[in-house]
């Protein structure tokens, strides 16, 4: 198994930002170096283990879908090899699970589409028959697919605080109207071209995030992560059963653990046992496996 890294310690450029999985450092005016760690994060708390390999596995998902989905909107990446902007004993911290990329203007909130009734959706559902203010019809089930696939925009969390469902119209106050159109039937489309090609995999999407950021020419360009195992839920088609939570690729497997737990869902989270570690570990690899039919040590 792979040495797991927790945290960056790149003294070649100046840190800008430690999210909950990526650490982020400028590189010139205009670039960042982003770092994909091996951190974990649920209910928007970070984990004080880490996955190994998980990094280089989500790394390696964003970069298969920002290359099949560029037709449709452009996107963050520059190319440029991480291991060429940082110094030489710095390499291997980022090999394998880096990017530099364009430094955007990020747009303020999470541009999520759901195909399927579960997690909070389907919480929301039992409550109110409806989705993020939604209506949806009545009679669906637990992890049941929607008539079409909803847009249901979320509030970017600051690090430790939880993400929260707006409305449409919400966001279209906080970004504009126009913008708040673009995201949606940009998020749609990506959605359904994704769905169809992981299909073919023997894959379900249930639900996933994306999120845009603006350039200085004022191009809308799909920016962070894409379809990864930590944004998206990904299910096995032939196990796929309605009225049941699937068996999942993603990080539902820690979040189940977790709810088993005497847990609060805010810091400081329980500890994950090695089994457990080693479980997740796998689960992100056999997501990486069904979606590309490669693993991280494979090009």
């Not at 990446?77 to 911290?93: G, Y």
């Not at 697919?145 to 707006?166: C, R």
Request: charged share 25%; glycine share 8%; proline share 8%.
């Amino acid at each position: 198994m792979d040495e797991a890294l927790f945290e960056t310690s790149i003294r070649s450029l100046p840190l800008v930002y430690r999210g909950k999985v990526r650490d982020s450092y400028a590189v010139g005016d205009d670039r960042l170096l982003i770092v994909t760690t091996d951190r974990l994060s649920a209910f928007d708390v970070v984990m004080r283990q880490p996955i190994p390999g998980k990094g280089k596995v989500l790394n390696a998902m964003s970069n298969f879908w920002f290359d099949r989905l560029g037709p449709i909107v452009p996107n963050h990446l520059t190319h440029v090899p991480p291991e060429e902007v940082v110094a030489a004993d710095e390499v291997e911290q980022v090999r394998g699970r880096a990017v530099v990329a364009m430094k955007l203007d990020p747009v303020p909130a999470e541009a999520v589409v759901r195909g399927y009734l579960i997690g909070s959706g389907w919480k929301d559902y039992q409550a109110t028959g409806s989705v993020c203010g939604i209506a949806l019809p009545p009679g669906l089930q637990m992890a049941g697919k929607l008539p079409q696939p909803i847009f249901t925009p979320a509030t970017k969390a600051a690090l430790g605080t939880h993400d929260e469902n707006i409305p449409f119209e919400q966001l279209a106050a906080r970004v504009g109207a126009d913008l708040a159109a673009r995201l949606r039937d940009t998020a749609l489309r990506l959605y359904g071209v994704a769905r169809e090609y992981a299909e073919s995999r023997g894959i379900i999407i249930a639900d996933t995030k994306f999120e845009f950021g603006i350039d200085g020419d004022g191009t809308l360009r799909l920016m962070d992560e894409v379809l990864t195992a930590d944004s998206s839920r990904y299910w096995p088609a032939d196990e796929y059963r309605v009225g049941v939570s699937p068996r999942s690729y993603d990080k539902q497997f820690v979040r189940d653990w977790l709810e088993a737990q005497p847990w609060n869902k805010a810091p400081p989270p329980p500890d994950l046992p090695p089994e457990i570690i080693a479980m997740t570990a796998a689960k992100y690899r056999d997501a990486l496996r069904a979606i590309t039919g490669r693993d991280i040590d494979q090009r």
